[in-house]
């Protein structure tokens, strides 16, 4: 069974950093591409970074320069370092993983003005 468990939302003012974790459960970890997504109210979910096995990575141009994707295989996780948090950032925002389709439930972000 595979689990994509989400640590790290919260709410922080504008300017302010959060770093998301999620750890994966099962094997073949190390060979898949992760990423995070987020959904806002009333909009559809959204890519924000990705990350392939090899480390190659790509983003959403609203996080360019602000967001890093990062992994840890050893560790099966993944984690965003988001810095320079806008209240445009305020979503909820997923871990996901490319082989089988895997999805997290999910971590609030709240960013205040």
């Known amino acids: 069974q595979v689990q994509l468990v989400e640590s790290g939302g919260g709410t922080v003012q504008a300017g302010g950093s959060l770093r998301l974790s999620c750890v994966v459960s099962g094997n073949i970890f190390r060979t898949s591409t992760m990423g995070w997504y987020r959904q806002a109210p009333g909009k559809q979910r959204e890519s924000v970074a990705t990350?392939?096995?090899?480390?190659?990575?790509n983003y959403a141009d609203s996080v360019k320069g602000r967001f890093t994707i990062s992994r840890d295989n050893a560790k099966n996780a993944v984690y965003l370092q988001m810095n320079g948090l806008k209240p445009e950032d305020t979503a909820v925002y997923y871990c996901?993983?490319?082989?089988?389709?895997?999805w997290g439930q999910g971590t609030q972000v709240t960013v205040s003005s």
């Open positions: 990350i392939t096995s090899g480390g190659s990575t």
């Open positions: 996901w993983r490319h082989v089988g389709n895997y």
